[in-house]
């Protein structure tokens, strides 16, 4: 099964792969390292068929949902600390400090995929400011956290 991160807003989140370096625009889907190919894609809950809102989880309680895979972002027992894993906890952490800015909180939650709505490893409350490195992102298998401005 794969990992996933999810957010949670009660402003909208931004969509979209972030962290990908093409060779150049011309060239889609060209990348001169593995590196430059590592982004982390993150993806609304809103479904354009039936046009409306789902929510990732019952966990959590804002309107705004986005999700991306969490092949490079370690549990809390499995940091290697590798490149593409410091790169992409980078990418999550200007994310989420995006985010912050605009809606001074989010709920930030991982699980396995098919078990989101299972009991919580455990729930904190986290203030941003106390999140130094992009290292400090790293969570056990469904942890939630609620972090405030």
Same mark, same amino acid.
């Given at each position: 099964m794969t990992q996933y991160i999810y957010l949670a807003s009660p402003m909208k989140l931004p969509k979209g792969s972030f962290g990908s370096n093409l060779v150049s625009p011309d060239q889609p889907n060209i990348y001169r390292t593995e590196l430059d190919f590592t982004h982390l894609y993150f993806e609304n809950n809103y479904d354009s068929e039936i046009k409306r809102r789902f929510s990732y989880s019952s966990h959590f309680s804002y309107k705004y949902q986005a999700a991306a895979c969490a092949n490079q972002i370690p549990l809390k027992n499995q940091i290697r600390g590798t490149a593409e894993e410091e790169k992409c906890l980078t990418?999550?952490?200007?994310?989420?400090? &995006?985010?912050?800015?605009n809606s001074q909180?989010? &709920?930030?939650?991982?699980?396995?995929?098919? &078990? &989101?709505?299972? @009991?919580?490893?455990?729930?904190?409350?986290?203030?941003?400011?106390?999140?130094?490195? @992009?290292?400090?992102?790293?969570?056990?298998d469904r942890e939630f956290w609620e972090i405030f401005l």
């Open positions: 990418i999550l952490y200007a994310y989420i400090d &995006e985010v912050m800015q909180a989010v &709920e930030y939650f991982t699980s396995l995929n098919g &078990e &989101e709505d299972l @009991p919580l490893f455990r729930k904190r409350s986290i203030h941003w400011p106390d999140i130094k490195s @992009p290292y400090d992102l790293v969570l056990e």
